[in-house]
Structure formats: C-alpha cells, structure tokens
C-alpha cells in the first residue's frame, strides 16, 4: 500500500484513511507471516506505528481523533519495544566488536559476554507470543476505527498547521539536544525527524524530484540519530551488568560506547542544522503552496 498522498484521493480524510488503514493492514500481515522471524515482525510493526503517527500527526489540526489514536498507536509500538531493545543491545555489541576487534585484541569482547550475559546467538522471541498477540488484536481494532477518521477544514491549511508543527517541534528538540549533549535529548530529537521524514514521504507526490532530496537527507539523519541512541541504549543495558567485571573491562567498554557518542552527536547536529535551516513558518508556507498547486 502506498505510503503518500494520490492525486486520486476525493479528499485529504479518504487519503488519510486510506494510508491509516493500508498500514495496519500491513502490519498485521506482518506478524502473520510464518516466513518472519518474530524478531523481525516486531520491528516492522514498530516501523509502521512510527508512519502510523506521522500521519495523524501531519493532520492534527483537523483530526478529532488524534488524541486518542495517537496515544493507541504509541501504545502498540511501546508494548512491543522490550525484544527490540535486547536485540539492538546484541547488534551494537557486534558493531563494537567488528569496529574495534582487532585493535583491543586478546579475549575482550568475550569477557564483556561472559560478564554480561549477552548470548553470542541473537536473541530470540521466547516469551515474545503474549505481545504479538496483544499487539494484533489492538492493531485489528485500530484498523476498524479508521474506517470513521475524518479530517475537517481546508486541507492545505491543515497540512500546513500540522508540518509546520512538527517541522518547530523538532528544531526545539535539536537545540536541546546541542545544549545538553544528553542521549534522552538526542533521541526525542530523533522522533521528530522521523516524524519529518514520514510527513515528507507522504506528501512526495506534491513534487517528486523536489522532494526527493529532502527525504534522502532526513532519512541519513534519521539513521544517523539512530546509531546514537543505539549506543546510549547499550550504555544503560550492559554497563550495570558488568559491576562485578574486571574494572578494566567495564572501563574500556564504557570509553568505547563514549568515543562512538562523540564521533556520531557533532555530525548530526551539523547535518540537523543544515536540513531545518529554513524557518519554521516559511517551510510551512512553501508545503502548502506546492499541496495547493498540486490539488489545483
């Protein structure tokens, strides 16, 4: 199912629920899928919950729902987050040992498993059946309301309203993110620029070559913040499970997971402040001229 806007839609409330209910409809055929790996099924849907709220976030001013569907769609996702998370913890171990391997040398990343407790194997979805299941049924649910999701007012000042929020929301979160250098702030930052990129996505169709550019980049950035909040989610999860290592293993992880945190926090905030240079408000005045001269 197409993720953007169709110059077909009647209206900007059958566009939106066309794209709401695709969405969840592919997801659910995602936990369905004997030929996926739970694991994987889990971050597809998580995926999907994430293009699942830049829409409604995109048409928020006009969306009565919102509230409410926003709060479910979180919801789901975050049900979901824990298998996700221990399988992000044993990628990075692996990045850091591909990275670094061969410098540190001798036993090192074995001591950090033995110390830790991560498996050498990926985690698996033992215990995992319950959520899918909870996360199915929510999701069946979700796709019956769409059916009666309705956006009122014009639809070019509603896509306005509601990127031009988000586009703010987002240059506030960067310039805390910059100010604090805390990964807490880096990764609400993160939100928001996926939340961009998905808004971007769904309105590609405004100007194809146009806006190509400015998905291509906020998607880097986006992956880019990812790897950070990677290494801070690592940082939280194996650093107390090393207290009773060698010291000297816990140390020279924890410089480790340092060094990649400062490689990664100055090259997204040039990146950021180069993509959200434009004003708030501008940037929202140019959407919505290249919506209406489309829908014209």
Known sequence: MLYSFQKSDPSLSAGVRRIARGQVEE?????????????DAIHQVRKRCKKLRGLVRLVRPGLEAYEAENAAIRDIARGLSGLRDA???????????????????GSFFQDVRAGSGIPGDAPNAAGAAKRLKEARVALTELRDRTDSWKVT????KVIAAGVTKTYKRTITAMEAAALSADPAD????????????YQMRLMKRMWP????????????????????????????VMLPRLE??????????GALIEAEEQRLAPRCLKHGRRLFAEDADAFGERVAA???VWRD
């Not at 997801?27 to 694991?39: H, K, M, Q, S, V």
């Not at 880096?186 to 990129?197: P, Q």
């Not at 009773?244 to 992880?253: K, P, Q």
Request: net charge negative; no cysteine.
């Open 27 to 39: 997801a659910i055929a995602e936990l369905d899928d004997p030929a996926l790996e739970a694991g």
């Open 87 to 105: 399988t992000v913890v044993f990628e990075t171990l692996g990045a850091l040992e591909q990275r670094f391997g061969e410098t540190l040398g």
């Open 153 to 156: 007012g014009k639809s070019v």
């Open 186 to 197: 880096f990764h609400e930052w993160r939100k928001g620029v996926k939340y961009h990129l």
């Open 209 to 236: 070559k146009g806006m190509h550019v400015r998905i291509v980049e906020a998607r880097t950035l986006a992956d880019e913040l990812g790897r950070h909040h990677d290494f801070a989610l690592f940082r939280t």
């Open 244 to 253: 009773s290592a060698d010291a000297r293993t816990r140390e020279a992880l």
């Open 290 to 292: 290249y919506w209406k």
